[in-house]
């Protein structure tokens, strides 16, 4: 395996679901008793836990596969791949974005790496996925032959954009 990386909810993100869950504790918990605020906090808690482990996603790359999440892409299918910084991440998710791209992304990670797909039978210009390690994942797609793109000095769109049409 050349790459792996699983993408999680931040520590921030449990302290507050940990905080959530006993404000609605105490508030239960004053209102009809303390038996209901614990019942009320746990719930919730278990409804964050929920939530947080099914947004989880495993990003790996090994010699002819590459799995994101439960999608699965041969390197055959990628023309080129190119690391995006916070900024150019968020323009190619949002107004830069093509409406037909595959977007993987995560609100709690700022970088991304775009993979602009070569085949003609697919629709989908290209893949937008989160990555703490952009530039890992890239050495590693370039390792298993997926060309880099080498990125704009004025940290434009990227070359899956298009233009008005």
Not at 66 to 85: C, D, F, H, K, M
Not at 118 to 127: M, N
Request: hydrophobic share 50%; charged share 15%; glycine share 10%.
């Amino acid at each position: 395996m050349r790459f792996r990386e699983r993408l999680t909810v931040p520590i921030s993100w449990w302290v507050r679901a940990a905080a959530l869950a006993v404000a609605a504790l105490t508030a239960i918990g004053f209102y009809l008793g303390p038996a209901w605020g614990i019942g009320v906090g746990l719930a919730a808690f278990a409804v964050a836990v929920a939530i947080f482990a099914s947004a989880a996603i495993v990003i790996t790359v090994e010699p002819g596969r590459i799995t994101i999440g439960r999608s699965v892409l041969e390197p055959r299918y990628l023309r080129s791949v190119q690391a995006l910084t916070a900024v150019q991440t968020e323009r190619r998710a949002g107004t830069g974005a093509d409406a037909r791209a595959h977007l993987v992304l995560r609100p709690y990670v700022a970088t991304s790496v775009e993979l602009t797909l070569d085949d003609a039978a697919d629709p989908v210009p290209y893949w937008l996925v989160s990555t703490r390690r952009p530039g890992q994942l890239v050495a590693a797609l370039q390792a298993v032959g997926v060309r880099p793109v080498q990125p704009s000095p004025d940290a434009g769109p990227g070359p899956g954009s298009r233009g008005p049409e």
